[in-house]
């Protein structure tokens, strides 16, 4: 969630984060907000349509629980979009010093595609971007359909 700025900019109504300095932030944003972390999420089971994890896994501890959870609170046919880093990007070498420090966790497109499996999330497509070198990106890029060299890649899953 953090300060909700990409919430709101999407008009996403309910966000959740461990931190409460960031919660405040997101809930000037006339966002609705609870505080608990991917892994064990406060939410009750198949209670949404839609759930959204944008730069967010690469923070989990346990990123095949944190999913799991999201897919638990998913009613049937529910959709899982998901933006990760990605790790054989420029990008993904780019950070990888963070990394080594314990800050993030990065993961390949195919750990991520054998997690969906795990937990029962069809996959249905792909989209990446990031295609300039890191860290700046000078002018906006179109998004290519499927798996690549782009920085960010974004996975729509369906709940089956």
Known sequence: MGTGRLASALSIRFGLDPSRGMLKLAQQKNVLVVQGVGEKLPLKKESFNFVLIVYTIELADDALRFLK???KTLKKRGVLILGIANRESAWGKFYEQDAAKGFWHWYSIEEILRYFKKIRLEFQEAFHTHFHAPPDIK??????????PGGLVVFKAVKQ
């Not at 890029?141 to 499927?146: D, L, M, N, Q």
């Open 69 to 71: 959870e999201a897919a």
């Open 139 to 148: 002018e906006t890029e179109v998004p290519k359909k499927g798996f690549g």
